[in-house]
């Protein structure tokens, strides 16, 4: 695939990203923070577009959602954690695994990707509200990582069998 569709595909992919993220939000009271589907939109940018791309459509798509709603306060933080969670995904998939297209390794990239995520907002709670509100938030981030990892596995399966992710990194 050359640069120019890949770049389309990206951007189709951060728009995907704020809009899957923007339609289905569970507030956390306690944070000002919510639970999304934008996770399940960043690992399958990540895996099918890699390290780089995967992070452009988290990073900017998820932050451009928490400036398009209520959570504006959140953008510089989800900026920075969205961009590496689909980084390290995308990183995780095609340079420490090489691309080997299995469920094992899709799920490894996943999983952690999804850590980091849980890890960085826990960060940035900290520093917004405290640590009693950072640990009532923590179980919500990992059920956002891990149900975000499940609804992916179908979507990359469907992509993996097409051989859309061994054609997008050509």
Same mark, same amino acid.
């Given at each position: 695939?050359? &640069?120019?569709? &890949?770049?389309?595909? =990206?951007?189709?992919?951060? =728009? $995907?990203?704020?809009? @899957?993220?923007? =339609? ?14 934008? #996770?399940?939109?960043? !690992? ?18 998820? =932050?451009?959602? #928490?400036?398009?709603? +209520?959570?504006? /306060?959140?953008? +510089?933080?989800?900026?920075?954690? &969205?961009? $590496? ?6 990183? /995780? !998939? ?5 691309? &080997?297209?299995?469920? /094992?390794?899709?799920?490894? @990239?996943? %999983? $952690? ?8 907002? !826990?960060?940035?709670?900290?520093? $917004?509200?405290?640590? +009693?509100?950072? %640990?009532?938030?923590? +179980? ?5 990582? %891990?149900? *975000? ?6 979507? /990359?399966?469907?992509? *993996?069998?097409?051989?859309? %992710? ?5």
């Amino acid at each position: 695939m050359n &640069k120019t569709h &890949k770049l389309i595909v =990206a951007a189709l992919l951060t =728009a $995907l990203v704020t809009l @899957a993220t923007m =339609a289905f939000q569970v507030p956390i009271p306690a944070t000002k923070g919510y639970i999304n589907l934008g #996770d399940t939109v960043i !690992f399958v940018a990540a895996l099918l577009l890699g390290p780089r791309y995967g992070a452009v459509a988290g990073g900017i798509g998820s =932050a451009l959602a #928490d400036l398009l709603s +209520p959570y504006a /306060v959140w953008a +510089p933080f989800t900026l920075i954690i &969205k961009g $590496l969670e689909g980084f390290i995904v995308g990183y /995780v !998939f095609y340079r420490l695994f090489s691309g &080997k297209n299995s469920m /094992v390794t899709r799920i490894t @990239a996943m %999983l $952690l990707g999804g850590l980091w995520m849980a890890v960085g907002y !826990f960060a940035a709670e900290v520093i $917004l509200y405290g640590l +009693p509100a950072a %640990l009532v938030e923590l +179980p919500g981030n990992a059920i956002q990582a %891990l149900g *975000s990892a499940a609804l992916a596995l179908p979507v /990359v399966e469907v992509l *993996s069998r097409v051989n859309a %992710l061994k054609n997008m990194n050509n």
